[in-house]
């Protein structure tokens, strides 16, 4: 598809975007191209319809602004939490719509919306089969949804006491964070528990409860070569547990003298992470030893960090207007930053 119409139609904002980006930030052109780079997760503004999804090619040169709205000539939605892929499909998890846009992952042109038992959806995973969707409004929605891969139906939902926030696969289980927190009448954060909830695919079932060790809250879940891992963290101290997804067996890295660790991702065999104070630190998953480097401080509201093919993606997210999202090599020098859009919380391969 051309990009033409969209330029036509948007060419006053586009221009005040470009024109307010740094010298080195990527073109954003008019040519035809498949989105086969990095995508931008825009949340947007909450209560408005202005989640987005932008586009940066791979050496970040040239990039693409609101690019589900261009290909399907309508907004997306209210908050877009987060993107997930299965084939040549991308799942956009669209929290306070509460639905899941299927899209064509290299046009973006929208091939289903799934509606059925949704209510807050958070987080997506997938199995060879079915997709496991969260819904979490943090009061009396705390449940795991199942659908079809094939045709988009709803399977069955499960419940959950306290929580359910991120979800992964893992060795072909469904690995589900069932805790994290909540906050006192001082909006102090407080830990709601510290379990882990294994679901058999073949039965769509729980399997198993993993209770993890520490007195700190669960902050983070991901997935790594088979495994899954868990990120705790406290005034004093973070973890990171490595879990066996098929008999909830784990290891323990403690991270002695980091508090507060916030995000967690692994890249070409390493841990990359974020803590309360915008530090960010990588360490060797191999190495026994608890100590890390720290790589950089960033800079404005922290929300999107990720880490992609040895590239650190940052955003200084902004709610009321564009948000400015940063890359930094992976011994922390900062290779680009450029304009993205409102609330910008998440960067994916492509």
């Known amino acids: ?19 307010s980006c740094k010298d080195d930030d990527p073109v954003y052109n008019n040519q035809e191209t498949s989105y086969s780079g990095i995508l931008i ?29 261009t290909s399907n000539n309508e907004n997306l939605g209210d908050v877009l ?54 819904n979490n409004n943090f009061f009396d929605v705390k449940k795991l949804n199942i659908y079809n ?27 589900v964070q069932t805790d994290g927190s909540t906050y006192d009448n001082n909006y102090n954060e407080l830990p709601t528990g510290h379990t882990i909830t294994i679901v058999k695919p073949a039965t769509n079932a729980v399997d198993k409860t993993v209770t993890l060790p520490d007195a700190g809250i669960v902050k983070d879940l991901v997935s790594y070569e088979g495994f899954a891992y868990a990120l705790s963290s406290t005034s004093t101290d973070s ?14 890295t403690t991270l002695a003298g980091i508090p507060n660790i916030q995000k967690l991702r692994i890249d070409s065999g390493n841990f990359y992470f974020l ?8 360490k060797n998953i191999a190495t026994a030893s608890s100590a890390a480097s720290t790589l950089f401080t960033a800079t404005g509201y922290v929300y999107g960090f990720d880490v992609i ?18 890359v930094y090599s992976s011994t922390g020098t900062q290779i680009k930053s450029f304009k993205s859009g409102i609330g910008t919380n998440g960067f994916y391969k492509n």
């Open 239 to 252: 973890y990171i547990y490595k879990i066996n997804a098929t008999d909830g067996t784990f290891t323990t």
């Open 41 to 69: 997760s825009n949340e947007g503004k909450f209560g408005t319809p202005s989640a987005t999804v932008d586009f940066v090619s791979s050496n970040l040169s040239e990039g693409i602004l609101g690019i589900y709205n």
């Open 81 to 134: 939490q987060t993107i997930g892929f299965k084939g040549t499909n991308a799942y956009l998890v669209v929290n306070n719509s509460n639905k899941i846009v299927v899209v064509n992952r290299f046009n973006f042109t929208k091939n289903a919306v799934i509606t059925s038992n949704i209510s807050s959806p958070r987080y997506i995973a997938f199995t060879d089969s079915q997709y496991y969707v969260t």
């Open 275 to 282: 803590d309360a104070a915008n530090k960010v630190y990588a």
């Open 309 to 326: 093919d040895g590239k650190i993606f940052v955003s200084n997210a902004s709610f009321t207007g564009e948000s400015t999202s940063y």
């Open 149 to 175: 891969n094939a045709d988009n139906t709803f399977v069955k939902s499960i419940n959950f006491d306290r929580y359910a926030e991120k979800v992964v696969e893992a060795n072909g289980n469904i690995v």
């Open 1 to 19: 598809m051309k990009f033409n119409k969209f330029l036509t139609a948007l060419l006053a904002s586009v221009l005040l975007i470009v024109a």
